[in-house]
């Protein structure tokens, strides 16, 4: 679908999936004639999962959130639903990151439409799709809406009351923001806003855009990148998709780890793990020094390097991508200080990933800063909704000289 094209629907109930490089949070809004919430119960989020037709499904991490609407159920008066989506991270926007909302038919799950909104920038939360009524014919239209005030935005835009004064400014030119309303919105109101946009055009929900005649192409960085033209350098935060050739990789990869010592003579201790997590970022187990082979041989580490001397890779860790459990989604790679010393103390870390069959280097991560800490999150490795694995290159600092210390904060950054 193309920004303002819209289908009529082929089943009674249907699910909006939005997924992206970063975990994103997904809402649903049901709205009246005047295109306004007719109550702050019909604002559907993660701390308000269900509402009369509408519910909000969680992907826990791996999979895409969702909203799911039943249209026979939908109260009278309810005309349209607005799926809307941002990213998890306070104050991020989408420029550099590809959104894309799959309709579904919610009962055999088959595909009805995609959508990815085009030139994002500086938008910190969007209006995805909407699905509305007109003429006794239930449709969903592809919008792309963007915000630079994030969900606060969008929810007071439609009625709903935070408990924090909207920015006027930041959103569509022919907003009329509400004056500040007592925190009746059962939910966590988002970051502080970024600074707003320049003024928009009216919002495509009163005046659909026109399909863009020539797509500009993407800038650097945007969309996803897979493994079809080689090895892969990713700086921090960036995502490779496991795909090469339009094929998933299921094969054994290797992820090696390496470092050398800041100061001459000076032996650091470093250890690399892997820590196995499930759906609902419940750890699984830890594989390090002390327990080289967990989920029965899928995940097997080569051994303890006490200096960090040598050329190459310091620890490997082989991980079989096609004999991972199912409940097993999530991958953190990290690597401690055993001895106490910081990584200011540490030169050349880095994390790669190669080929276990062929030898060949897939992905490169060059930490190039450090911070005085004792443990890192070098990457980590997610299962998609579509069953391949893409790779996030982390480099996130935190206070933990063992495993047994990252398990939480490494289960936060999934």
Request: with cysteine; charged share 20%; proline share 10%.
């Amino acid at each position: 679908m193309t920004p303002g094209s819209n289908i009529p629907l082929t089943a009674a109930r249907v699910a909006v999936d939005v997924t992206a490089p970063v975990r994103l949070d997904v809402s649903g809004l049901l709205l009246g004639a005047d295109g306004k919430v007719r109550s702050d119960d019909d604002f559907i989020f993660y701390n308000q999962p269900a509402g009369p037709g509408v519910t909000y499904r969680s992907g826990g991490g791996t999979a895409p959130d969702a909203i799911l609407v039943d249209t026979a159920a939908l109260p009278a008066g309810v005309e349209k639903i607005v799926v809307t989506a941002s990213p998890d991270a306070a104050g991020q926007s989408f420029q550099g990151i590809e959104p894309t909302a799959t309709l579904r038919d919610s009962d055999s799950g088959s595909v009805l439409a995609t959508f990815t909104p085009p030139r994002l920038a500086t938008e910190t939360a969007l209006v995805v799709m909407e699905i509305y009524l007109r003429g006794g014919v239930w449709k969903a239209r592809a919008v792309g809406q963007g915000y630079a005030n994030g969900l606060a935005g969008i929810a007071t835009d439609f009625g709903v009351s935070v408990d924090e004064e909207p920015t006027p400014a930041a959103a569509p030119a022919s907003a009329s923001a509400p004056a500040p309303a007592p925190a009746s919105m059962p939910v966590t109101p988002p970051a502080p806003p970024v600074p707003p946009a320049p003024p928009a055009a009216p919002p495509a929900w009163q005046t659909p855009p026109a399909p863009p005649t020539a797509p500009p192409a993407p800038p650097a960085g945007s969309g996803k990148i897979n493994l079809d033209k080689g090895r892969v350098s990713l700086q921090k935060n960036q995502t490779v998709s496991l795909v090469k050739g339009g094929r998933p990789l299921l094969s054994q990869v290797k992820m090696g780890l390496g470092w050398e010592p800041a100061y001459r003579g000076k032996d650091i201790d470093l250890d690399a793990s892997v820590i196995a997590y499930g759906p609902q970022r419940n750890h699984i187990d830890s594989c390090y020094f002390g327990k080289l082979s967990i989920l029965n041989g899928a995940v097997k580490h080569s051994g303890d390097n006490l200096t960090g001397e040598g050329a190459g890779d310091d620890e490997v860790i082989v991980v079989d991508l096609g004999r991972l459990p199912a409940d097993t989604t999530g991958l953190v790679f990290t690597v401690n200080s055993f001895s106490g010393q910081k990584f200011t103390e540490v030169a050349k870390a880095y994390c790669r990933l190669i080929d276990a069959t062929t030898g060949e280097e897939l992905v490169r991560f060059d930490l190039t800063t450090a911070e005085p800490q004792t443990g890192v999150m070098m990457a980590k490795l997610i299962r998609q909704f579509s069953g391949e694995w893409e790779m996030t290159a982390m480099g996130e600092f935190v206070k933990s000289r063992t495993v047994r210390g990252m398990v939480k904060p490494a289960a936060q950054a999934l």
